[in-house]
């Protein structure tokens, strides 16, 4: 285990290998040192965990790896220390897992494209960074990861930056999640100076000693901590940089934006249980925040024309499912299903990417069609993901852990989060089932032209796709020993599988029976005025960003004209032209007539005199 630390540095390693190239080096010999880079940290992995788990008891398994001392003020020290527990291990396996066959498909996706090198390096950057975030043992260093994070999903997001809108979308998606990182740290702020630490397994030991439950400390932390969390997660109401986060290259939002970076709020919100399980009204915010959000982005996805715009609004609500069992304290149930989402998700976005490149790089869903016969294996891929993400029963791995979720939300007894949980399964099958037969059924609209497809193309798709099925949901490890679970039965459980599967099948069949057949309801909906000002607002998921730009967007833009010149400025030289007036009087004063310089010396002093009866 004292092979840890390799697990950030070969990646790290690489990145500065190919950041120092310049890009001189061919695609071949930059693919290799991306790609095996982040290979030989997957292989440290599974070394690491032979290790963890054959030499360390179940009842302590943590294991704990200080490299030097980072801050070290007074009292206050700061170490870099790595820790793996099995949480973080369930999330090291995610990262370096699917982000070693994401790389792989880079590989074929992005040759031949400009700034072939530069990508890995920020890719390899990425994966370093996300890594820190999650082996570190306290939160000062998870919070070094976390803007590292912010960082390399800027870079990837304006990858291509000769288009202006690219250069606009990494910039919002920037701002927005630093909002959330601003907050996050004040709430590391109170959080150190109420309890004089920020590591993580101290802070979990003190939080019930020194503060009580639902006190004022504890709201504010928690809420700072959620703020951070909803940000980077892209969840209501600082959501609206996911859906133009897709300008960045396809890999790229199927490593940050489906399996790794998006999901470190439910992470940190995971990490921190202690603290909000001691803040019952917060992650009652929690689950309020986590279920709007999968109905709005629901809604979102149903209309949108965009592939990959279908599949953010879909990360949106998945991860909306993950807040929703962090409010019912379902903490392995939350982490099951985002090891299982970043499987399948990945999958779709990959599969999505081979689609757009055979498309000539057309995204836009009604101008492909009939996609089925010229790219069969992608059609079952879409058709093993889009099922796993809608849960169907049985045979996929998102039915296990989504229904997990439904259960321990069920037994938590609020039947206004079951009910709308169970609405937006069938929402979810409805819209991914909608682009699978837009996109692989009907007339074919679009000229196929297919790159050649060798085993950096297949091999993470077959991955992938396995996973995507049953036998990815018999890859986690038991959380038990690290996060607290509530015991309860399993009657009912079943009868809530079958309804659950019910609703996702339901979703299935209307889907075809709308966009399958022809169906002149549809288009009466579409054409109806009502209806165009309601698919419009959907399709700009609750008009969020128009809210936005009328109350920060456009005053600040005001603001800015208004001191364009620098009013500032003048004001600051007021004095120096008042200065320079007075210089301009006294040098005409100095003009070398006695009768001038008489009378200057007779006016001051009737002044003084003057001056001094005014006192008296």
Known sequence: MNLLYLTIMLPLTGFLFLAFSRGRWSEKISAIIGINSVGLAALVVIYVGFDFFNNTSISTRIFYQHLWNWITIDSMSIPITLMIDQLS???????????????IFASWYMLGQEGYSRFFAYTNLFIAS?????????????????EGVGLCSYLLIGFYYANPINGAAAMKAFIITRIGDVCLAIGLFLIYKELGTLNIHELITLAPQKLEVGSATIIWSTVMLLIGAISKSAQIPLHTWLADAMAGPTPVSALIHAATMVTAGVYLITRMHGLFAMSPVILHLVGIIGVTTLVVAGFAALVQTNIKRVLAYSTMSQIGYMFLALSVQAWNAAIFHLMTHACFKGLLFLSSGSVILCCNHEQNIFKMGGLRKSLPFIYVCFLVGGASLSAL???????????????????????????????GALLTSLYIFRMIFIVFHGKEYTTIHIRKLGMAHNLPLIVLLVLSTFIGSLLIQPLINILPETHNSNIGKINLEIISGIFAIIGILLAAALWLSKCK??????????????LNLLFHAGGFDWIYNIIFIKPFKISAYLLQHDPLNYLTNLLVMFTGWGNKFFAFSENGQLRWYIASISLGTTIILSLLLLIK
């Open 521 to 534: 309801f549809l288009n009466s909906v579409i054409h109806d005025i009502t209806s165009k000002w309601l």
């Open 89 to 103: 291990f369930s999330m090291i396996s995610i990262v370096i897992g699917v982000g070693f066959f994401i790389h």
């Open 393 to 423: 029963p049985i045979c996929t791995a998102g039915f296990y852990s989504k229904d997990a979720i439904l259960w321990k939300v069920m037994v938590s007894g609020d039947i206004n989060l079951i009910t709308i949980s169970l609405f």
């Open 130 to 146: 996300m890594l820190v975030l999650v082996l570190a043992n306290n939160l000062l260093l998870m919070y070094l990861g976390w």
